[in-house]
């Protein structure tokens, strides 16, 4: 295999067959690969696909760092599918034969059309499907109302449908996928707002459904507003007798509560409430619940992505409504306070009728896991992928224990906190984690590394909660507005958002991988909130070390996804700041030292130069003369040898610009204790006081190691063991033999 090319493999498809199987997917090139997007193409065996483009973000002489690309693919259930990526060779000849998705707007509607689906979009008013015609028969012919509800604790009713003139968006053009985000509010029949809405509409070429992502948005005063329904609703006056089905999903090792009701009259499904059971990955249950609703000759089956995960749901047909409650009448009311948002993900199906029940059920597995490709890791390290790198070849034992570790962490189930966890430490439910440390950003490298498709879904539903809950879309508080909630934050209160908590590299790393633009947004405006903030942050007293570094390594993260001045410009104070304080870190915690480090050695990587490298290098050297036991001790409870790993990216940075061996052997004990003595299993908390440079932990006791835990742990230990890989260092470590 070439520079020049590498290999997309898709896992058996879990469902049987699949024809022109639609994929989304982001794919990273080494800096000066691919001048245009039209230089990528893809090949299935000897045959040129016809794919879809778009540049998500380019390197500083104007190549492309990652390309989005949308194709359709035939999987076997039986052998993988490889797909061969090439560049170099001139733009793509490829053709498209089949029908593709077209848009056709005027001030007044939108129609999709992509041969066997017609939808027809109203916008004044809004109507979000005016008509769906299915091979020429409109599945909404006797529909009287269709849209989204909202209903606060006193009864007032708040439609999308009672929406004038909202906002279109155009995110994807076609011909392949077409995707249109349409924004305004919800207004109920006296006029009045109550709460904003984002609706993403989602057709495919030659494929008979329609992805709806609806998301509420409190951008209104400061109190939180209550709710008493958050529904889809259809209304209609039918003609023809009306077929009802109501199908559960398929969700093996779940606990709680599901009732699926079937009568020729009725059909529903109920999740009041949900857990998970034996089963260490709560994201990836295998199939979403259903609704299908047919009159006459055609008919619609409806579900919700992640539906049991983010209870409580009610799906309910009977011939004359049909209805997703996604959060339906209940005793306990739905709080979102000012700025939060939520989204959930809907799938219209649209089929003949009588409907294939498993081809139903099949397709709505795929909702929840759609295919993915695993690219070689090597091809990641080549092309830079991430700001730090990885190692370039397995490592099983680092693999292993990385994995378990992932896969056991606390989960949050429920609307407003699935993918979150309890922060360590707090009763449950007391405080949040709310990505403390990037925790996704640690799944996507380890996913990246693996493959393991589990972590690519565990990472999605953190950074999706992160986007509704944790990022405030709004505030009145302009330290607040456009901010990350900080960890320890509640749900229902208003967020702390401290400078030193904009965690944001997995929240891109996620719209690299997926295309996902609220995360690129999300991302822009947390780099604005950071700029107001920062003339605070430099005054005398404004903040101390460890905050300067976080703050400092949010801007680096800006400056390489953005590039623009402005961020070179605060990042550079930050750093000038923390150099001219390095001698106060020898004295440091690994906790105090690690993130001014761990980002002054990430600014150099941006912007690079020789004085700020041979800075962290005195100061990792400073640090390891004042404080020769520290990489050995428990660390400050509740994170014990969590903090030490920190320290691990700073060693191996100076590793790597020293060229020396000394930096990546101090880490031995450390690394060795991480991966082959339970140290990623378990969290250290001492019980008797550890004096600075003791060589062991003098006693501990054990408890569950969290995800906030392991953001501090994955990301340095990859890292570092990339520089010892590089250096010829693994057998130091005892990784260098096969099957370790």
């Known amino acids: 295999m070439s520079s020049r090319e590498i290999d997309l493999t898709f896992e058996p498809s879990p469902v049987g067959p699949l024809a022109r199987e639609p994929v989304t997917i982001g794919v990273p090139f080494p800096p000066g690969a691919l001048g245009t997007a039209a230089e990528a193409r893809l090949f299935a065996g000897p045959a040129e696909l016809f794919c879809q483009r778009q540049v998500l973000s380019t390197w500083p002489d104007g190549s492309v760092r990652w390309l989005l690309l949308d194709f359709q693919l035939d999987l076997s259930p039986d052998a993988p599918t490889v797909v061969r990526l090439a560049w170099g060779d001139g733009p793509s000849q490829a053709v498209l034969t089949e029908t593709g998705v077209s848009l056709a707007e005027d001030a007044r509607e939108l129609v999709v059309d992509n041969g066997p689906l017609r939808v027809l979009c109203r916008t004044e008013p809004f109507l979000l499907f005016d008509s769906v015609l299915l091979d020429g028969t409109?599945?909404?012919?006797?529909?009287?109302?269709?849209?989204?509800?909202?209903?606060?604790?006193?009864?007032?009713?708040?439609?999308?449908?009672?929406?004038?003139?909202?906002?279109?968006?155009?995110?994807?053009?076609?011909?392949?996928?077409?995707?249109?985000?349409?924004?305004?509010?919800?207004?109920?029949?006296?006029?009045?707002?109550?709460?904003?809405?984002?609706?993403?509409?989602?057709?495919?070429?030659?494929?008979?459904?329609?992805?709806?992502d609806y998301q509420i948005i409190h951008r209104g005063g400061s109190?939180?507003?209550?709710?008493?329904?958050?529904?889809?609703?259809?209304?209609?006056?039918?003609?023809?007798?009306?077929?009802?089905?109501?199908?559960?999903?398929?969700?093996?090792?779940?606990?709680?509560?599901?009732?699926?009701?079937?009568?020729?009259?009725?059909?529903?499904?109920?999740?009041?409430?949900?857990?998970?059971?034996?089963?260490?990955s709560p994201e990836t249950f295998v199939a979403a619940p259903w609704l299908a609703r047919a009159e006459g000759a055609r008919g619609v089956a409806v579900g919700v992505r992640h539906a049991v995960q983010q209870f409580p749901k009610r799906l309910h047909a009977d011939p004359r409504t049909l209805s997703v409650g996604l959060y339906p009448p209940r005793d306990t009311v739905l709080r979102l306070r000012q700025g939060a948002a939520k989204t959930h993900q809907l799938l219209f199906c649209f089929h003949a009728h009588p409907a294939d029940t498993e081809a139903t059920a099949r397709r709505f597995r795929l909702f929840n896991c759609a295919p993915r490709p695993t690219i070689p890791?090597?091809?990641?390290?080549?092309?830079?992928?991430?700001?730090?790198?990885?190692?370039?070849e397995p490592i099983p034992a680092v693999g292993l224990a990385l994995g378990e570790?992932?896969?056991?962490?606390?989960?949050?189930?429920?609307?407003?906190?699935?993918?979150?966890?309890?922060?360590?430490?707090?009763?449950?439910?007391?405080?949040?984690?709310?990505?403390?440390?990037?925790?996704?950003?640690?799944?996507?490298?380890h996913y990246a590394r693996t493959g393991a498709r589990r972590h690519f879904a565990a990472a999605e539903a953190l950074v999706r909660h992160v986007l509704d809950m944790d990022f405030s879309h709004f505030s009145t508080d302009p330290d607040l507005d456009g901010a990350l909630a900080a960890p320890g934050s509640h749900q229902d209160s208003p967020p702390d958002a401290g400078p030193d908590h904009q965690w944001l590299e997995g929240i891109l790393d996620f719209y690299h991988l997926t295309g996902h633009t609220p995360a690129f947004h999300a991302a822009r405006r947390?780099?604005?909130?950071?700029?107001?903030?920062?003339?605070?942050?430099?005054?005398?007293?404004?903040?101390?070390?460890?905050?300067?570094?976080?703050?400092?390594?949010?801007?680096t993260v800006l400056c390489r996804e953005l590039g623009r001045p402005q961020h070179f410009d605060a990042a550079r104070k930050l750093f000038e700041r923390l150099a001219a304080g390095g001698p106060?870190?020898?004295?440091?915690?690994?906790?105090?030292?690690?993130?001014?480090?761990?980002?002054?050695?990430?600014?150099?990587?941006?912007?690079?130069?020789?004085?700020?490298?041979?800075?962290?290098?005195?100061?990792?050297?400073?640090?390891?003369?004042?404080?020769?036991?520290?990489?050995?001790?428990?660390?400050?409870?509740?994170?014990?040898?969590?903090?030490?790993?920190?320290?691990?990216?700073?060693?191996?940075?100076?590793?790597?610009?020293?060229?020396?061996?000394?930096?990546?052997?101090?880490?031995?004990?450390?690394?060795?204790?991480?991966?082959?003595?339970?140290?990623?299993?378990?969290?250290?908390?001492?019980?008797?006081?550890?004096?600075?440079?003791?060589?062991a932990i003098q006693s501990f006791r054990v408890a569950p190691l969290s995800g906030t835990h392991l953001a501090r742990i994955v990301r340095p230990l990859l890292v570092y063991i990339a520089q010892a890989a590089d250096m010829g260092l693994l057998d130091t470590l005892g990784l260098g033999h096969p099957g370790r």
């Open 138 to 212: 409109d599945v909404f012919e006797t529909a009287t109302a269709v849209d989204f509800r909202v209903v606060d604790l006193a009864g007032r009713a708040a439609t999308t449908s009672n929406c004038h003139a909202p906002t279109v968006t155009v995110e994807a053009p076609g011909p392949i996928r077409t995707a249109l985000r349409i924004e305004g509010s919800h207004v109920d029949d006296a006029g009045h707002p109550l709460l904003d809405f984002s609706i993403l509409l989602t057709v495919w070429a030659d494929q008979p459904r329609v992805g709806v």
């Open 223 to 280: 109190p939180p507003i209550e709710l008493h329904e958050v529904a889809f609703r259809a209304a209609f006056a039918p003609r023809d007798p009306v077929h009802l089905t109501a199908h559960p999903g398929l969700h093996p090792r779940t606990g709680g509560e599901m009732t699926v009701q079937n009568t020729a009259d009725e059909a529903a499904v109920s999740i009041p409430r949900a857990a998970a059971r034996g089963y260490p």
């Open 377 to 392: 890791a090597a091809a990641w390290r080549e092309a830079a992928a991430f700001a730090h790198p990885i190692p370039a």
């Open 405 to 445: 570790a992932l896969d056991h962490r606390p989960r949050a189930l429920g609307i407003l906190h699935f993918g979150d966890e309890p922060l360590p430490g707090t009763p449950d439910g007391a405080a949040w984690a709310n990505n403390s440390f990037d925790l996704a950003h640690a799944l996507l490298a």
């Open 526 to 555: 947390v780099g604005e909130n950071l700029l107001r903030r920062l003339p605070a942050l430099l005054e005398p007293g404004g903040a101390d070390a460890p905050a300067l570094g976080r703050t400092l390594y949010a801007l």
């Open 584 to 695: 106060a870190l020898r004295l440091a915690t690994a906790a105090e030292a690690a993130m001014p480090l761990t980002a002054m050695a990430r600014y150099h990587d941006v912007a690079p130069d020789a004085g700020a490298a041979d800075a962290v290098v005195a100061a990792v050297d400073a640090l390891l003369a004042a404080r020769p036991g520290l990489l050995c001790q428990a660390g400050t409870a509740p994170f014990g040898l969590a903090d030490n790993a920190l320290l691990l990216e700073p060693l191996a940075f100076a590793s790597r610009h020293a060229g020396h061996p000394r930096y990546i052997q101090a880490g031995v004990p450390l690394v060795r204790r991480l991966v082959f003595h339970g140290g990623l299993h378990q969290a250290y908390e001492p019980t008797a006081q550890c004096s600075p440079g003791d060589a």
